[in-house]
């Protein structure tokens, strides 16, 4: 269907991640509620009813933000991928995440996206609500797992899934707090004094 000037000539994936960028940019400056699709429409050159040829309803496009998130995020290895048993120990599970740290503060706008998606999806019904339950379940899944599997950490392997939460509640805090007061607030910094502590978990080989 044609949309008068909207550019409709134009391959629709180019369109759809022109305004899947648009919308990441205005829900992580304005918060989901307060970026409409006329914002983001006008951002990328359509009119609103323009742009419900690309994505029906705001939760349809946030969707998409949420899989170009998802993406970016696989590809930047923010929690380690692959089979739970292929992932290492908890020292290779720290240094990842500690890359991870480094490449989060180079990338403050998709930072900020997640704790803004994260927030506003407590909201009972919100559409990203489920989709970032899912998101933590499998993080904690893939952070625990190999921690479960590390010898070192003979008597605490029952603790995994609480070490993987805490793991992933400090990288949000940091976050958080980063991005309210970066000049403060220096998350490689903070995250290697937590790596540090947890490796004290580990056990020597004498001790085992």
Known sequence: MEYGTDRAAEPAGGKREEIVQAATRLIAERGYKRASLAQVAAQVGLT???????????????????????????????????RPETTGDLASVLATLARTVEQNARQPLLTQLHSVI??????????????MRRRYR????????????????????????????????????????????????????????????????RKDDDDR
Do not use: C, N
């Open 138 to 201: 499998e993080a904690r899944s893939r952070v625990a797992a190999p921690l479960a599997a590390d010898a070192s950490l003979e008597g605490d392997v029952d603790r995994a899934p609480a070490i993987a939460a805490l793991i992933l509640a400090a990288l949000d805090g940091l976050q958080i707090q980063w991005l309210l007061d970066p000049d403060a607030v220096d998350m490689q910094a903070s995250f290697a004094v937590l790596e540090e502590a947890l490796l004290g978990l």
């Open 118 to 131: 994260v927030a506003d999806s407590l909201t009972e019904g919100h559409a990203a609500k489920e989709p």
């Open 48 to 82: 609103a009813p323009g742009l419900l040829h690309y994505f029906p309803t705001k939760d349809h496009l946030l969707l998409a933000v949420l899989g170009e998130r998802t993406s970016k995020s696989a590809s930047r290895s923010q929690v380690p991928q692959g």
